[in-house]
């Protein structure tokens, strides 16, 4: 079945990176695009940037221009997304899922993974 | 950014009742809008894409409407397991941002 498989929680101090995996299986990883987005504590859901599956082109949020990058490992069907300089506001969970490539505007984020809780914290 | 508002914020309802979230663009955006439903502690999950197109597995009890800038998630008949957050995106600018959620609850 389609899955995205996340890697666990981690807990970093202010000003250091977080770095974490998306695995996807049952589809083929390069016919889709992977988006990430983080969800502060009672909060909305923020999108922050997203890969091609099969160009590995990304586009992130000016937000976090500075601070993301987005990789992927097409032969591990993997994509990372490691933060930098990372401070409390920081601290969320932040979710990695997939949209079809195709028709710009039209299709939604279809399948998400679990979550990954990081907590910024000194 | 394209800023979304919705309308409710919170919304108190009975099982059957018929249940509409509004969420409003600050610009058009065609029909560039997916619905998800959220439960505590989980991901969200994908209900409806551009605007109107139902998600497959996803019950036919939901739909959506609308363009440019104003758009509908309706619930025809609430089921005990549709209390939850319920949240817009626009897919057509980046950043692609969500709207502030309503919560249906059990009145």
């Known amino acids: 079945q389609v899955q995205l498989v996340q890697s666990g929680a981690e807990v970093k101090k202010p000003g250091a990176s977080v770095k974490v995996s998306c695995k996807a299986s049952?589809?083929?990883?390069?016919?889709?695009?992977m988006h990430w987005v983080r969800q502060a504590p009672g909060q909305r859901p923020e999108w922050m940037g997203w890969?091609?599956?099969?160009?590995?082109?990304?586009k992130h949020s000016q937000k976090f221009q500075d601070r993301v990058t987005i990789s992927r490992d097409t032969s591990a069907t993997t994509v990372y997304m490691e933060l930098r300089s990372l401070t409390s506001e920081d601290t969320a969970v932040y979710y990695c899922?997939?949209?079809?490539?195709?028709?710009?505007?039209?299709?939604?984020?279809?399948?998400w993974g679990q979550g990954t809780t990081v907590i910024v914290s000194s | 950014d394209i800023q979304l508002t919705q309308s409710p914020s919170f919304l108190s309802a009975s099982v059957e009742d018929r249940v509409t979230v509004t969420c409003r663009a600050s610009q058009g955006i065609n029909s560039s809008v997916a619905w998800y439903q959220q439960k505590p502690g989980r991901a969200p999950k994908l209900l409806i894409y551009s605007a109107s197109t139902l998600q497959s597995g996803v019950p036919s009890r939901f739909s959506g409407s609308g363009s440019g800038t104003e758009f509908t998630l309706t619930i025809s008949s609430l089921q005990p397991e549709d209390f939850a957050t319920y949240w817009c995106q626009q897919l057509i600018s980046y950043p692609q941002t969500f709207g502030p959620g309503t919560k249906v609850d059990i009145k």
């Open positions: 049952g589809y083929s990883f390069t016919t889709y695009s």
């Open positions: 890969i091609n599956g099969g160009s590995g082109n990304t």
């Open positions: 899922a997939r949209r079809p490539l195709g028709r710009v505007g039209h299709f939604g984020l279809d399948v």
